[in-house]
């Protein structure tokens, strides 16, 4: 006892001020480990109940501290997962995330292109009906919505974007072939529908619109693509473990670009909701989305550096 006192009364301390970073955190782990080795041993040596008590009272107290749900905090730590641990982990995945950017815009590159100086390749991609669908969408630059409009819009916008980035990631279950699938085969689809609405004239009216929120939604779609990519090869390259124990070792990777996903998609559907689709000038347009570029690109290049 007298040579287990001081480690005792420093766990006492600890739980009387709380850890107040992550090597306090750390030391409080690392005394109710030692807490319960003083325990098991007190109980096993037969010592008196009050010694017995005493240090199952600070075992107790230390378990709850470490273990207990604390819920006022988890939007802090989303947030904080979000905005510093996602472009964090995007740039250690930044091998996973070149790959899942070649394979989306490659083939947008590719239909744009291809729809823009041959109409035949925009009919063998997409149906007529389809065409002329997209066409009379954007027949008129002049998208203007009441406010109600807007608010049920963005609803859609999610619902949209968060259904293909969801089947980007989720189909990397597939040992990543889905996810490589979903990234060539959106990719694709939305640049051949850019490359043909530029070659009908209708270019301008496209770009007015899109201008604002691309930055965030494509960049969203390549990540969710990532996130996917991330768990085929998990799938893959187990390191000698089992599958499902080489998933749980990336679920922390994983959650996080999910969780940057669906934040970059949630705020592109914020933009084509309420901005997209509003009375400003063509010129303001393209300023306003140059900006999104800018924004998009200092985060996850800075996020979560030190100072």
């Not at 006892?1 to 766990?11: F, G, V």
């Not at 998933?247 to 970059?264: D, E, K, M, P, T």
């Amino acid at each position: 006892m007298a040579a287990r006192r001081e480690r005792w009364d420093q766990l006492e301390r600890l739980l009387a001020d709380g850890p107040a970073s992550a090597s306090g955190w750390s030391e409080l782990a690392g005394a109710y480990r030692a807490i319960c080795a003083d325990l098991s041993v007190a109980r096993s040596a037969g010592m008196p109940s009050d010694v017995q008590d005493v240090l199952d009272d600070l075992a107790g107290r230390a378990h709850n501290r470490l273990y207990a749900v604390r819920p006022t905090g988890w939007g802090r730590a989303l947030v904080g997962d979000a905005l510093v641990g996602f472009p964090r982990e995007l740039r250690l995945q930044w091998r996973l995330f070149l790959l899942a950017s070649v394979l989306f815009y490659g083939p947008f590159v590719l239909g744009a292109v291809g729809a823009a100086v041959d109409p035949s390749f925009a009919a063998a991609v997409l149906s007529p009906g389809m065409l002329e669908q997209i066409e009379q969408m954007y027949a008129s630059d002049d998208l203007v919505r009441g406010v109600g409009g807007d608010v049920s819009m963005a609803g859609f916008y999610v619902l949209n974007n968060v259904g293909i980035a969801f089947r980007c990631f989720a189909t990397g279950a597939l040992f990543g072939i889905g996810s490589i699938y979903c990234l060539v085969y959106n990719g694709l689809l939305i640049g051949t529908v850019a490359g043909h609405l530029a070659g009908v004239g209708l270019g301008r009216n496209l770009l007015s619109f899109v201008a604002g929120h691309s930055a965030w939604e494509l960049t969203g779609v390549c990540v969710a693509g990532t996130a996917g990519l991330r768990l085929g090869w998990a799938l893959v390259a187990t390191g000698g473990s089992t599958r499902a124990g080489s998933v749980r070792r990336a679920s922390g990777a994983i959650y996080r670009l999910v969780l940057g996903a669906a934040f970059l998609l949630l705020v592109a559907a914020a933009i084509e909701g309420f901005w997209s689709a509003g009375p400003a000038p063509f010129p303001a347009r393209l300023a306003f989305g140059a900006v999104q570029i800018l924004i998009v690109a200092l985060w996850l290049t800075f996020g979560g550096r030190a100072r």
